[in-house]
């Protein structure tokens, strides 16, 4: 019984920094990244969106949202498996997404978009492949956009808008900042200078409302 009761305490402290996470994120910044995304399509530039671990994995879930519901080209270097395996095996793990963007003809008409915890911090040798990447985009002055967990790493120092995910707990940085990447790149997605077709659900719906009345 004890177990039960201390499962629900957690989950709605859990809970709890969820909506004061939520509460915290900064509206004005969100739109400052909409406004940069949207003037990328507006010149057909290209959307590259950098993650590793668990923001790998959100990168691929981000660049389909943006590909299918707001029409944008938009891509993720860690979607190619053997290319990544090849650079980290052949000339080290830093190295995986700088060449990438290289090869990709990275320019002035395209927006990196970093999903990380940290955002890399090179003094601590933390994600150092990011940190290459987004001096390779300040250099061909691509826009960058983050979202972070860290208003001090790198990617917040150098980004044009940088939405970071505000701490309410140190021990949960990582599953919050994670977890509301997905929440904000949806918000990106669907707002409305973005958004160019429905998603399927909502779609749905308003087809059946439309009927009823």
Same mark, same amino acid.
């Given at each position: 019984m004890s177990e039960l009761v201390a499962a629900k305490s957690f989950s709605e402290q859990y809970l709890t920094e969820v909506s004061e996470v939520a509460g915290g994120l900064d509206p004005e910044m969100v739109e400052k990244a909409v406004a940069l995304i949207a003037k990328t399509r507006d010149r057909k530039g290209r959307l590259f969106v950098l993650g590793v671990g668990g923001s790998a994995g959100n990168a691929s879930h981000a660049v389909n949202d943006f590909r299918k519901l707001a029409g944008i080209e938009a891509y993720a270097p860690t979607d190619n498996v053997s290319e990544i395996t090849a650079r980290t095996n052949d000339d080290g793990w830093h190295s995986i997404f700088e060449p990438w963007l290289r090869t990709s003809r990275l320019n002035s008409k *395209?927006?990196?978009?970093?999903? +990380? $915890?940290?955002?890399? *911090?090179?003094?601590?040798?933390? +994600? $150092?492949?990011?940190?290459?990447?987004?001096?390779?985009?300040?250099k061909v002055k691509a826009s960058i956009i983050g979202i972070v967990g860290r208003s001090s790493g790198y990617t917040a120092q150098v980004a044009d808008a940088c939405i970071v995910v505000p701490t309410v707990n140190p021990?949960?940085?990582?599953?919050?900042?994670?977890?509301?990447?997905?929440?904000i790149w949806h918000l990106l997605v669907f707002h409305?200078?973005?958004k160019m077709i429905q998603g399927k659900w909502e779609s749905v719906e308003q087809g059946s409302a439309a009927n009823k009345t």
């Open positions: *395209d927006t990196v978009l970093v999903l +990380s $915890v940290g955002g890399g *911090d090179e003094k601590k040798n933390i +994600s $150092v492949n990011l940190i290459e990447a987004l001096k390779y985009a300040r021990e949960h940085i990582t599953p919050h900042s994670e977890s509301f990447q997905a929440v409305p200078r973005l």
